[in-house]
């Protein structure tokens, strides 16, 4: 079986195989926890690359796609009996009512430029915030709620592989996707709108689906968060988690999915590491100021992001061989 699968197919199930075991060697709930933030918004991130890296499609407020997968699982839980059955429920009301925001959003706004689906989508979000601010029979305003979980999500080991299952599920399928014909296509809609169109490709329906399919991954990003805070409040819809998602897209490399995964583990930890490091000195309680340096400089030194930059480096280092070679034997 090994053997019909390229070397990347193979390296990535092995990472995540050394992930399932990794509980067995750190024991400590604060690491678990932030790797299971990091599984969290790394399919958090992986959603906004399908947009950015992939279609070109810029979304300031893709956060109301997790904050509609977040609260739908914890009013569910909330009113009903916290079981399986109401789990997946909550996934299913999460991602259905995300499809169908972003499926209107995209109809009345991806036919014109991109900044008007931008600006649509960080007006949509402002809008869920709002409603959950003032809506406090239902969503407990900015105070939120807490509720209980499925008996067999109570053990964070459980809750641990649930978000890492998912994690990798998901990302072979996008990976899978974005390989496909379609994803081709959605990559040639990046690169030349008005040539793919000529092509008599319907532009306007592959940006809706891939618009759905982000805003879908989006929301059930939304449910795992939930589900390992066991509390939500207002600021699931909060721009904060679109502006950390579009760093941790940046930074490890837009049209890359590996790379998303990768900025979602160094912002993390810098969040984690920086302000842990306000007691050593005051300057790190300002530790947002530490964390915009660093994104300056990964910037400026690994322009296409940290995945993006070595692929490229990659590539053209066997040219570079090649034509070295030509000179010399001219």
């Not at 195989?17 to 604060?30: A, F, K, N, Q």
């Not at 959603?47 to 699982?73: K, P, Q, R």
């Not at 600006?119 to 029979?137: D, I, Q």
Request: charge should be positive; charged fraction near 10%; aromatic fraction near 14%.
């Amino acid at each position: 079986m090994l053997r019909h699968m390229n070397k990347g197919t193979v390296i990535y199930l092995l990472m995540f195989l050394l992930l399932t075991l990794l509980p067995l060697v750190v024991t400590g709930r604060s690491m678990q926890f932030i790797l299971i933030q990091i599984f969290v918004f790394g399919i958090f991130a992986m959603s906004y690359d399908l947009l950015l890296g992939y279609t070109g499609i810029i979304s300031f407020g893709h956060v109301m796609f997790f904050g509609i997968g977040a609260y739908s699982t914890a009013i569910m839980f909330d009113r009903f009996e916290p079981t399986v059955g109401y789990l997946v429920l909550a996934v299913i009301v999460g991602v259905v009512l995300a499809g169908i925001v972003s499926f209107i959003a995209g109809i009345l706004t991806l036919r014109l430029k991109s900044h008007y689906y931008a600006m649509l989508t960080l007006a949509l979000a402002g809008l869920f915030l709002v409603a959950a601010e003032k809506w406090t029979s239902f969503t407990g305003g900015n105070d939120g709620f807490t509720f209980g979980l499925p008996d067999i999500l109570r053990d964070s080991n459980m809750i641990y592989l649930l978000c890492l299952i998912s994690l990798a599920l998901l990302f072979f399928g996008l990976r899978r996707l974005t390989a496909s014909p379609f994803g081709k296509v959605l990559m040639a809609i990046r690169e030349n709108e008005q040539r793919v169109e000529s092509l008599g490709y319907h532009v306007l329906h592959y940006k809706v689906v891939a618009s759905v399919v982000s805003g879908v991954v989006a929301a059930y990003a939304g449910v795992l968060y939930i589900i390992s805070l066991r509390f939500v409040d207002t600021s699931v819809f909060a721009t904060d988690f679109t502006i950390d998602v579009l760093l941790m897209t940046i930074i490890g490399g837009v049209g890359t999915l590996i790379g998303p995964l990768i900025g979602a583990g160094l912002v993390e930890f810098a969040h984690h590491w920086l302000s842990g490091l306000a007691d050593v000195h005051w300057i790190f309680e300002r530790w947002i100021i530490l964390y915009g340096t660093v994104y300056i400089l990964v910037v400026i030194f690994f322009p296409l992001g940290i995945v993006g930059t070595i692929r490229a480096k990659l590539t053209r280092h066997p040219l570079r061989k090649r034509n070295d070679l030509k000179g010399v034997g001219s």
